[in-house]
């Protein structure tokens, strides 16, 4: 894996600062999203059933998740990831995910109970 270099952007030049913070901020995040808590049955790629213990963190195990989004949206989290050292395109949707996930859970009362089976695939129904 390639090391990060240091930003030649001065924080205070930098346009996107305002934004997303210095990459102090990111490494916080890091460890946010390491510390993140979980207690679900998570099923793995070849069907079979784990239950994570209480409190665990996360797994390790990356893996990989395609998703179309509009092109404008992604122009714009690359310009993001280009400009704050150290955020990388899988860091950035790992904390987007981890917030989105937290407030549909509050939405919710509660974390959502695992799936009873596959989500549906192709075009939604009108």
């Not at 913070?21 to 099923?43: A, F, R, T």
């Not at 179309?68 to 987007?96: H, M, R």
Request: aromatic share 6%; hydrophobic share 25%; charged share 30%.
């Amino acid at each position: 894996m390639a090391k990060s270099r240091k930003s030649t952007i001065p924080d205070d030049n930098n346009p996107l600062s305002a934004l997303v913070g210095s990459g102090e901020k990111v490494n916080d995040q890091d460890k946010q999203i390491n510390n993140h808590k979980v207690n679900k049955q998570v099923k793995t790629s070849k069907g079979n059933k784990v239950s994570k213990k209480e409190k665990q963190e996360y797994s390790s195990r990356k893996l990989r998740f395609t998703v179309n989004l509009p092109e404008d949206l992604i122009e714009e989290v690359k310009d993001c990831a280009f400009w704050t050292p150290g955020l990388t395109l899988s860091q950035f949707t790992i904390n987007a995910f981890i917030e989105a996930l937290a407030k549909y859970e509050k939405q919710n009362g509660k974390p959502f109970d695992p799936r009873t089976g596959e989500l549906p695939t192709g075009r939604p129904p009108k």
